[in-house]
C-alpha cells in the first residue's frame, strides 16, 4: 500500500428513490439492504483491504456525522469532511481535496459511493490496486473504475473506450472518447451489445493538487470560498462563516464541472458484481439473483402463489396472494404499494407529496 493513497467515501446522498425506508433523516447507505451490514459498512469493508483505515475518510453533510460516527466507528471525526449543506459532488470535491492536500502534496484519492452493492469483493479490490498504479503512472491525468454492462440499463450513463493507453496488472486501461447521458432502451440494448461502453458507478481516481487546479479553472469562485473555508476548518466557532459560505454554492456534479470536459480521462473496465440499488426493482433484482429465488422478504411476511415480489415488512405480518411484480414496503408511517417495473418512479411520487405539503413524510 502507498503511503499517498487515500480513499474517500462519498456519504452526503438522499437515497430517495428507495423511499419510504430511505428518507432525508436516514438515505439509503445506512440501512441494511442486502446483508446484516448496512451498506456504507459493507462500502468500508471493501475499501479498507486496498487502503489503510488511517488513510479512509469519509464525506458527508453535517445532518448524517452522528449517523456515520455510529456506524463507522473506526473513522473518527478529524477523518469525517462535513459539509454544512447538501450541494452535490463539485463542492464536495473541491473541499477533499484543498484539505487533504494540506495532509499530503502528493495525495492520490478515490472517491467511492457509500450505497452501492459489489457481489465481487476481490475484482473490487484487484480494480482498485491497479487504478492506483494507473495514476501514479499518468501524472496530471484522471482515471475513472466502469462497470461493464450486463443488461440494457436505462438508469445509468455511460462511457464510450477510446483507445488503449497502458496496461497495469494485466488490465487495460483506456481512454474515455465519450460520456454518454442515460438512453432510451434501444439505445441501451445497442450499448451492452458493444464492448466500447461502461456504466459509469462515479468511481474517480485523482490527485488533490491536479483536482484543485482544474476546479480554480473551470469553478473560480467555488474555489474562492474553499479557499476561505479551509482556512477556518475546525476552528471553534467557524461553523456558522463556512456555512454562509457554502450555502451560496451552485449544486452541481463534478461530471459536468470537470470530468465530462476533459478529453484525457482514463478509465479501467471492471466486472464487480455491481448495483446502485437505484430503486426498490433494482433491489428485486439483486437480492433474487443472490438467493435464487423470485420471493425476496424481510420481516414477517406469508404468501401463497406470488411472482416476482419483494415484500419488506415492519412490525406486522405482511400477507400477500396471488401477487405478480410487486413491491411492499412496510414502514412505521408509510406502506409503498408499487409496481416493480415501475418502481423508478418514485421520484415522481415524492415531487407529488412535496406539492401537498406532506413533507413529515420524506
Do not use: C
Not at 485523482?206 to 479557499?227: F, Q
Not at 455491481?274 to 433491489?283: F, I, K, Q
Request: glycine share 6%.
Amino acid at each position: 500500500m502507498n503511503k499517498h493513497q487515500y480513499a474517500v467515501i462519498m456519504a452526503g446522498g438522499t437515497g430517495t428513490r428507495l423511499w419510504p425506508m430511505s428518507r432525508q433523516a436516514a438515505p439509503k447507505q445506512f440501512h441494511k439492504l442486502v446483508s446484516d451490514k448496512t451498506l456504507i459498512q459493507e462500502t468500508y469493508d471493501r475499501v479498507v483491504k486496498v487502503v489503510p483505515n488511517d488513510q479512509i475518510y469519509v464525506s458527508t453533510v453535517e445532518k448524517y456525522r452522528d449517523l456515520v460516527l455510529e456506524q463507522l466507528p473506526q473513522i473518527p471525526i478529524d477523518r469525517v469532511i462535513l459539509e454544512p449543506a447538501g450541494k452535490n459532488t463539485t463542492p464536495a470535491f473541491g473541499l477533499i481535496a484543498s484539505l487533504l492536500v494540506k495532509k499530503d502534496p502528493e495525495a492520490m484519492i478515490a472517491t467511492v459511493a457509500s450505497d452501492h452493492v459489489v457481489s465481487n469483493t476481490n475484482e473490487f479490490k484487484a480494480t482498485f490496486e491497479a487504478a492506483y498504479k494507473t495514476l501514479s503512472k499518468h501524472d496530471g491525468k484522471l482515471l475513472a473504475v466502469g462497470i461493464k454492462p450486463d443488461r440494457p440499463e436505462t438508469g445509468l450513463g455511460y462511457m464510450r473506450m477510446g483507445e488503449q493507453i497502458d496496461e497495469v496488472d494485466n488490465r487495460q486501461i483506456f481512454r474515455i472518447a465519450a460520456f454518454e447521458e442515460k438512453p432510451d432502451e434501444a439505445t441501451a440494448i445497442k450499448y451492452v451489445k458493444s464492448w466500447q461502453y461502461l456504466w459509469n458507478a462515479a468511481y474517480y481516481f485523482w490527485r488533490a493538487k491536479d483536482m484543485i487546479g482544474w476546479l480554480k479553472a473551470s469553478r473560480p469562485k467555488v474555489m474562492a470560498g474553499i479557499d476561505k473555508i479551509v482556512a477556518i476548518y475546525g476552528q471553534p466557532g467557524s461553523e456558522r462563516e463556512i456555512k454562509e459560505i457554502y450555502t451560496k454554492f451552485d449544486t452541481e456534479q463534478i461530471e459536468y464541472s470537470v470530468v465530462e470536459g476533459k478529453d484525457d480521462v482514463m478509465v479501467i473496465p471492471a466486472d464487480l458484481g455491481w448495483s446502485d440499488v437505484g430503486n426498490w426493482g433494482t433491489l428485486h433484482d439483486v437480492l433474487s439473483t443472490q438467493f435464487e429465488t423470485p420471493i425476496i422478504a424481510k420481516g414477517h411476511h406469508i404468501d401463497y402463489d406470488s411472482h416476482n415480489v419483494l415484500v419488506y415488512a415492519h412490525d406486522k405480518m405482511v400477507a400477500t396472494v396471488g401477487l405478480k411484480d410487486i413491491i411492499v414496503v412496510d414502514s412505521p408511517d408509510v406502506i409503498l404499494i408499487a409496481n416493480k417495473n415501475r418502481a423508478h418512479e418514485i421520484k415522481e411520487l415524492l415531487d407529488k407529496i412535496k406539492k401537498e405539503g406532506k413533507h413529515l413524510y420524506l
